[in-house]
T-cell receptor, first 114, second 110 residues
Framework: EAQVTQNPRYLITVTGKKLTVTCSQNMNHEYMSWYRQDPGLGLRQIYYSMNVEVTDKGDVPEGYKVSRKEKRNFPLILESPSPNQTSLYFC?????????????FGPGTRLTVL | TQLLEQSPQFLSIQEGENLTVYCNSSSVFSSLQWYRQEPGEGPVLLVTVVTGGEVKKLKRLTFQFGDARKDSSLHITAAQPGDTGLYLCAGDVSGSRLTFGEGTQLTVNP
């Protein structure tokens, strides 16, 4: 089954404790991205990657890091989480960078930073 | 300031009613997409429109892209409880970056 998977689905952590949210897709997509979803603000892009070893900042990159060492994986790293990073996070992928392609989203990771 | 403004933000209707959701911007989009998101899941693509004035139908859902490619609408005919969800529009101004609206939460009551 073609899908985007994220782990963990739920995470409660404390300020300053480094964490990684994994994302993997099995569709051989070139383009992957991370979004956060907050009430009243919609989905905002954090980082995106057009292909292996090519990453770039989205609209809200502060406090986050990403890497794209393999085509299928695109982990999101929070080196020192803070309470304002409490949010619902989505990983997404699509065949190429062209935005008219269908974009597939993962099931989401609900992160709470205390 | 949101690049894409969706209205209404919340909509609660009875089964069988019709409704329209709007997505507006001052920017011109090369393409625009509509997604539907259910609780506990990621958004799922409903449609992509790319041509000004384009109309696409998906069963009881009708999507329209404005002639100037700055706005779009989603019309649902005879809404059903299964249509309940968060409807998101997303526009592309650069060819590769999607900007999402804040969403319209639709509840269809039996």
């Amino acid at each position: 089954e073609a899908q985007v998977t994220q782990n963990p689905r739920y995470l409660i952590t404390v300020t300053g404790k480094k964490l990684t949210v994994t994302c993997s897709q099995n569709m051989n997509h070139e383009y992957m991205s991370w979004y956060r979803q907050d009430p009243g603000l919609g989905l905002r892009q954090i980082y995106y990657s057009m292909n292996v070893e090519v990453t770039d900042k989205g609209d809200v990159p502060e406090g986050y890091k990403v890497s794209r060492k393999e085509k299928r994986n695109f982990p999101l790293i929070l080196e020192s989480p803070s309470p304002n990073q409490t949010s619902l996070y989505f990983c997404a992928s699509r065949p190429t960078a062209r935005s008219y392609n269908e974009q597939f989203f993962g099931p989401g990771t609900r992160l709470t930073v205390l | 300031t949101q690049l894409l403004e969706q209205s209404p933000q919340f909509l609660s209707i009875q089964e069988g009613e019709n409704l329209t959701v709007y997505c507006n911007s001052s920017s011109v989009f090369s393409s625009l997409q509509w997604y539907r998101q259910e609780p506990g899941e990621g958004p799922v693509l409903l449609v992509t429109v790319v041509t000004g004035g384009e109309v696409k139908k998906l069963k009881r859902l009708t999507f329209q892209f404005g002639d100037a490619r700055k706005d779009s609408s989603l019309h649902i005919t005879a809404a059903q409880p299964g249509d309940t969800g968060l409807y998101l529009c997303a526009g592309d101004v650069s060819g590769s970056r999607l900007t999402f609206g804040e969403g319209t939460q639709l509840t269809v009551n039996p």
